[in-house]
């Protein structure tokens, strides 16, 4: 797969599968390896695009701090690259934020785990995510995307959105609790709401989710 200069940066990114244009946003501090499990059914389904964040994966190194917009110009940036006039897009967590670290559910003690054993496989994946910021390289690229999004407010243009919205949580979510969606959905004319058994990764947890997702992307655009 191809790695670009796009708006001042070496990009990597990949394009595969068939159907409808859509874009993905990955979470925060992932690559896109860290996300097959995503990836893959939605190339089955759509002409999928998705790309490494600044610093992660195999795009270049972080070299200096950049804001929410850059990420914004880098995905529009791939847009171009690609041809894509219009697209579907989907966000998880900090690629939300970019469409428009660890309490990824609160029930996960050991004894959840041990009775869980999605969870548990999750929550080792999530772990050794952590790990690879001891990387220095890596550890600079996360501190950066987290600098970013500290600037992130989009709370006043929220209501400009005219396009059919799917907001989605985890029930369970430490991270982005249900009541930040819940607001997020009362901004935006029209938007769906759905809670999905699970916590930050509930795309992962359950098992209607991803489908679910899936289903809403592929309704015909008016």
């Not at 670009?4 to 390896?33: H, I, K, M, T």
């Not at 001891?134 to 709370?155: C, I, T």
């Not at 699970?198 to 489908?211: E, I, K, S, V, Y």
């Amino acid at each position: 797969m191809p790695v670009d200069r796009v708006n001042g940066v070496e990009l990597y990114w990949e394009r595969r599968g068939r159907g409808p244009r859509l874009l993905f946003c990955n979470g925060s501090g992932l690559a896109l390896q860290a996300v097959r499990p995503l990836l893959d059914p939605l190339a089955g389904t759509f002409d999928l695009l998705a790309w490494d964040y600044r610093g992660f994966g195999r795009s270049a190194p972080v070299t200096h701090p950049y804001t929410m917009a850059d990420v914004a110009a880098d995905a529009a940036g791939l847009l171009a690259v690609t041809g894509w006039q219009s697209c579907r897009v989907a966000g998880v967590s900090f690629g939300g934020m970019a469409a428009q670290l660890k309490v990824a559910d609160s029930r996960w003690d050991q004894r959840w785990l041990n009775a869980h054993p999605v969870d548990r496989v999750l929550a080792e994946r999530l772990t050794a995510a952590g790990q690879d910021q001891q990387d220095p390289a890596a550890a600079a690229a996360d501190a950066a995307q987290l600098q970013a999004r500290e600037g992130h407010d989009v709370w006043d243009r929220l209501g400009a959105i005219t396009c059919p919205v799917l907001v989605g949580y985890g029930t369970y979510d430490g991270i982005a609790p249900p009541h930040n969606s819940e607001n997020i959905a009362s901004r935006i004319r029209g938007a769906e709401l759905h809670g999905y058994q699970g916590g930050h990764g509930f795309l992962f947890q359950d098992p209607a989710a991803l489908p679910a997702y899936i289903a809403f992307l592929q309704a015909p655009s008016s």
